[in-house]
């Protein structure tokens, strides 16, 4: 028996935000996959590995002279509660990669504590996704992925990888933890790419 169980498929909801099979949550519960780990700022790094050993990399402190946006954007969890209209603060993906050339078309996403996800580039740029720190306007907590998580908010939560580190560009579509797990490798809520 694996350790992933199917069976959250619903019914469409009435609320046309919501994508098929999710419920509308006020909370934010917190679900992780192990222990959360404590990341001091001045030890934070985020990175972006690229092919033939090009590496990029930004301090906290480079991080937030970065130009900041703010997000509002729905968000939804493989576990099927979705929260509508929630407020961030980050960078975006694509001023990251302002000075990184690839040829490649997919990314591991690394979180300090070891957990990784696999996104590909084109649900990452094009103003898709960002690099959170700031939630409802307050610094990201702890249990929530902080000081800093990927937001992708068009596919299921899971992709929007807590405590980020990094990412590393891939010419191949790498399973990650839950993809390993059997988690679907794409994650769209609105096409219910919940399981392999």
């Given at each position: 028996?694996?350790?992933?169980?199917?069976?959250?498929?619903?019914?469409?909801?009435?609320?046309?935000?919501?994508?098929?099979?999710?419920?509308?949550?006020?909370?934010?519960?917190?679900?992780?996959?192990?222990?959360?780990?404590?990341?001091?700022?001045?030890?934070?790094?985020?990175?972006?590995?690229?092919?033939?050993?090009?590496?990029?990399?930004?301090?906290?402190?480079?991080?937030?002279?970065?130009?900041?946006?703010?997000?509002?954007?729905?968000?939804?969890?493989?576990?099927?509660?979705?929260?509508?209209?929630?407020?961030?603060?980050?960078?975006?993906?694509?001023?990251?990669?302002?000075?990184?050339?690839?040829?490649?078309?997919?990314?591991?996403?690394?979180?300090?504590?070891?957990?990784?996800?696999?996104?590909?580039?084109?649900?990452?740029?094009?103003?898709?996704?960002?690099?959170?720190?700031?939630?409802?306007?307050?610094?990201?907590?702890?249990?929530?992925?902080?000081?800093?998580?990927?937001?992708?908010?068009?596919?299921?939560?899971?992709?929007?990888?807590?405590?980020?580190?990094?990412?590393?560009?891939?010419?191949?579509?790498?399973?990650?933890?839950?993809?390993?797990?059997?988690?679907?490798?794409?994650?769209?809520?609105?096409?219910e790419e919940r399981y392999s």
């Amino acid at each position: 028996m694996g350790i992933i169980s199917s069976g959250f498929r619903g019914r469409r909801s009435e609320n046309a935000a919501l994508p098929p099979g999710q419920h509308l949550t006020q909370d934010f519960p917190v679900l992780t996959a192990g222990p959360a780990p404590l990341i001091a700022l001045d030890s934070w790094e985020f990175f972006i590995a690229a092919e033939e050993g090009q590496r990029h990399s930004w301090s906290w402190d480079d991080f937030k002279a970065l130009p900041q946006e703010e997000i509002t954007q729905d968000i939804h969890c493989v576990t099927s509660w979705s929260k509508l209209g929630t407020v961030w603060r980050g960078v975006s993906v694509d001023t990251l990669f302002q000075n990184v050339e690839t040829t490649s078309n997919f990314a591991t996403a690394h979180s300090f504590g070891g957990y990784t996800t696999n996104v590909p580039l084109w649900d990452l740029l094009g103003g898709k996704a960002w690099v959170a720190w700031e939630f409802d306007g307050e610094p990201l907590a702890r249990a929530h992925g902080g000081p800093a998580r990927l937001l992708v908010p068009h596919l299921y939560f899971w992709k929007s990888a807590k405590w980020i580190h990094g990412l590393e560009l891939t010419g191949q579509d790498v399973p990650g933890f839950w993809e390993s797990n059997g988690y679907h490798l794409h994650g769209n809520p609105w096409r219910e790419e919940r399981y392999s």
